[in-house]
Each structure stands twice: as C-alpha cells, then as structure tokens.
C-alpha cells in the first residue's frame, strides 16, 4: 500500500518532469518555426511563466530532504535551488535582458539538467534504480551544472554591463554593488556543489557495484 509521502514525492517529480518537458519542447519548436533570432529573442515570454513555477516549486525539495523524504545531500541543492531562482528574480526585474541570448541558453541547460534528474528520481521513487541512468545523473549532469553556472556568470555580466549604462535609478542604484559581491558567492557556492556532487557520485556507485557483486 502506498503511503500519502511515497504518492506525494511520486507526482511532485512527475510534475517537475512534464513542466521541463513542455518548456523544452516550446523552446526548440519556436526554433523549428521562427527561426533562431525570432526564438532566442522571445523565450522568456513564451516558457517564463512555466520556468519561474518550476524553479519557485523546487523550493519544496530543501523541505524533502530535510524532512527525509528525499535522500540527498541539503547543501548542493539548497545552493542549486537559490541559484536559479536569484537570477531568475534579475531577469524577471530586468525586463530589457529578458530577450537576451544567454537567457535562451541559461533556460536550455536548466531544463537539461533537470530532465537528467527527476527521471532518476522518480526510478529511486519507484525502486527500479538503472545504472545508466545513474551515470548519467552524476556523470553527465556535473559538467552541464559547471557549463550553466559558467552561463549564469555571464549573464550577471551582461546584467552589470545594462545596468551601468543606464540612468540613475533607485532601482538600479545597488544592484551593481548587490551582484559584485553575489558573483564570488555563486562561484564559492557552485564549487562546494560539484565537491559534494562528485562525492555522491562515487558512494552511489559503490553501492551499486557493491550490490551488483552480491547478487
């Protein structure tokens, strides 16, 4: 008999799933139809929505895995998960780097990296663990999350660069000062990830290869 924490993390992945699933799909379709200037220009506005929910509902995984109901380490998705949604607030806020490429592509490989990890997460759910889909959550997904914060910094970039060049503004008028010191936290916070990350890569492994060895 299922219990109601057993269902729950079941359909909280599933939705996660289908939500990155839609906006990947919209994405490369507008490709296919518009072209690659009409597409990158206007991602934001047709797959935003849909993103910023996603990205505000995984808020609830720091609560999973504190709870234990998730089995995962809470630093690197604590750090993961405030991430995206700081620079997805800076976008949101920033309506002139919506239509920015490196937006285009900051969403790209935020949706490959989550469509890597929530099927791995509902196998684990389910208790049909796949070796290949375990080496590709840990061994594809570490140098996609190094290439998205890599995007991230750049898009910071981007935003410092707009907001230099435009007026005074008491919008604008810490927001420099607020990213310069959020830069060298990002990439502190990014590389203790990728330290616990390749960490549980290995235990995961083990345990398999330990199980593999008893059967």
């Known amino acids: 008999m299922l219990s109601f924490r057993l269902t729950y993390i079941f359909f909280y ?3 996660q799933f289908c939500g990155h699933t839609w906006i990947l799909a919209n994405t490369i379709a507008r490709f296919l139809m518009f072209g690659g200037a009409d597409a990158l220009a206007d991602t934001f506005h047709s797959v935003g929505f849909v993103m910023s929910l996603c990205q505000l509902l995984s808020i609830l995984e720091l609560f999973h895995i504190a709870d234990g109901i998730e089995k995962a380490r809470l630093l690197p998705r604590f750090v993961q998960v405030m991430e995206k949604n700081v620079l997805l607030i800076i976008v949101i806020v920033l309506e002139e780097i919506q239509s920015k490429p490196v937006v285009c592509v900051q969403f790209f490989l935020w ?12 196998l684990r759910v389910m208790e049909t663990p796949s070796i290949a889909m375990l080496w590709i959550r840990y061994s594809l997904w570490i140098p996609l999350y190094i290439l998205s914060v890599t995007n991230e910094v750049v898009t910071i970039y981007q935003v410092l660069s707009y907001v230099e060049s435009t007026p005074p503004d008491s919008t604008y ?15 502190l916070g990014a590389s203790v990830t990728v330290w616990q990350l390749l960490k549980e890569r290995q235990h995961h492994l083990d345990k398999w290869n330990k199980r593999k060895k008893k059967k």
Do not use: Q
């Open 13 to 15: 992945n599933l939705s």
């Open 111 to 122: 949706n490959i990296l989550d469509l890597l990890r929530y099927p791995h997460e509902l």
């Open 173 to 187: 008028i810490h927001l420099p000062f607020v990213l310069m010191l959020y830069l060298p936290v990002l990439a």
